[in-house]
């Protein structure tokens, strides 16, 4: 092997060496990248030289060259962030996103609501997902499209109460069922309320919105008997035999029924009558409506929701619903860890808005860098396996949150040292060749 070729196996070092270097360098330019991902640099040694001894053939190594420079997709730490859209993958999978053209592949989850709803991330790409309507998602993966509107009101259409009617309660009078309850015009809703055993009341919701309170009052008939009447502001309904809205503050009776009790105080016998349909009426400017009431057993005597017994004490309630909504406005989103977004209305009430997915490649080492912390997919990598996440194999996901990158700063300094040595280390094989060349000049 000449002096020639021991400087060119050299200088095939020096230039593993500034490889190796760059590579270093790019990843702790990336320390603070979001969940960028470190590359490590392989090399390979060169077809060797044939030579020849005393003692047969033997291979002289002809230097080095780079094999291929491997991203490592190691974890990143996870920590919190104050966007609630942003997003961090625990696991193994990328986001897609689309520039409206392709689908890139990342796993940097830095991403924002545009002005059409759409989410998408600081370069404008827009991540992809089920889309929702009304709350249901969408079969179809495309652009995640969150809707901005207003969520509309829903009326009430049943109201639950669990409570309790004291046992102790007196049943000689029912001055309830004395009352002017069904003209609109009559008794007021205090005077309902007062010469009760017991009431309560529910604030419910009609086509507009618009919320009303509905008062329920109680009245013991005998002992396990109990009589109920639900009324409203008179004010607040038009009353078809009225012509129109009734006098405000008197009570309008809506719907009534009775309850039957046995003697361990469980209510087993219920029923309703609605006022509508002798007198139809409706909440002013809205559609008419009826409530169905659940105290326990329904008019047929299946189990229903909410629960009304009778047990001695004073009369209570200790629970009371309504399943109608005002309208609404988009205060809040937050992100599960199966993807699925839910936005947060100011009228109470959380909606699905769509759910992110994310791809599994059969080879993650085989994606190519696309710049903007983006992958694009190879042959080598295969077909991306779209699905969401938690789900085959896949990672879950993390709201209001980022995965860091994995550069790890100790490691990248050691190696930094040894490509720094390796570099001098095949300088100087090369000066020393040189000086060897310049002894055999010399010689001449």
Excluded: C
């Excluded at 420079?69 to 996103?97: H, K, P, R």
């Excluded at 392709?102 to 709803?117: I, K």
């Excluded at 008997?225 to 009353?239: L, P, Q, R, T």
């Amino acid at each position: 092997m000449s002096l020639f070729s021991t400087m060119n196996t050299a200088t095939s070092g020096l230039g593993a060496s500034s490889t190796r270097l760059g590579v270093i360098g790019n990843n702790i330019a990336n320390l603070n990248t979001t969940a960028y991902k470190a590359a490590r640099a392989e090399f390979s040694d060169m077809l060797p030289q044939d030579v020849y001894g005393q003692s047969g053939p033997s291979q002289l190594g002809k230097g080095t060259q780079l094999a291929t420079l491997t991203i490592l997709f190691g974890q990143g730490s996870i920590d919190s962030s104050e966007n609630a859209l942003d997003m961090a993958i625990s696991g193994d999978g990328f986001f897609v996103v689309n520039d409206g053209v392709a689908n890139y592949y990342t796993r940097a989850g830095e991403f924002y609501l545009n002005d059409s709803g759409q989410i998408v991330n600081s370069t404008g790409l827009v991540l992809q997902g089920y889309s929702a309507t009304d709350g249901t998602l969408g079969a179809t993966v495309g652009d995640l499209q969150v809707d901005l509107n207003p969520l509309a009101p829903v009326p009430t259409s049943e109201i639950t109460l669990t409570a309790n009617l004291s046992a102790e309660a007196d049943f000689a009078t029912t001055p309830v069922a004395a009352l002017n309850l069904l003209t609109g015009t009559g008794d007021t809703l205090e005077d309902a309320a007062s010469v009760a055993d017991f009431a309560t009341s529910v604030t419910v919701y009609d086509s507009l919105g618009v919320p009303h309170a509905v008062t329920v009052v109680y009245e013991r008939t005998a002992a396990n008997d109990w009589s109920w009447y639900a009324v409203v502001d008179a004010g607040e309904v038009d009353i078809t035999s009225l012509g129109g809205p009734g006098t405000p503050g008197s009570a309008f009776q809506i719907a009534s029924g009775t309850m039957t009790y046995d003697t361990d105080g469980n209510l087993t016998t219920f029923t309703q009558s609605d006022t509508s349909a002798t007198d139809p009426w409706s909440f002013q400017a809205a559609t008419a409506q009826d409530f169905v009431f659940d105290f326990g057993v329904d008019t047929t005597g299946a189990i229903t929701d909410g629960r009304i017994r009778m047990h001695n004490g004073s009369s209570n309630v200790s629970a009371v619903s309504q399943d109608g909504f005002p309208v609404g406005s988009l205060q809040n989103i937050s992100v599960a860890t199966d993807g699925t977004v839910y936005g947060s209305y100011t009228n109470g009430e959380e909606l699905v808005l769509g759910q992110v997915v994310l791809a599994r490649f059969p080879s993650n080492g085989g994606l190519e860098r696309a710049g903007g912390n983006l992958f694009r997919e190879t042959l080598d990598s295969g077909s991306p396996a779209i699905g969401a996440p938690d789900t085959g194999g896949r990672g879950v996901v993390q709201g209001g949150a980022l995965e860091r990158s994995n550069v790890d700063l100790e490691d990248e300094f050691v190696d930094m040292i040894t490509a720094q040595r390796s570099y001098q280390a095949n300088a100087r094989v090369i000066d020393t060749a040189n000086q060897t060349l310049q002894e055999l000049v010399n010689l001449v």
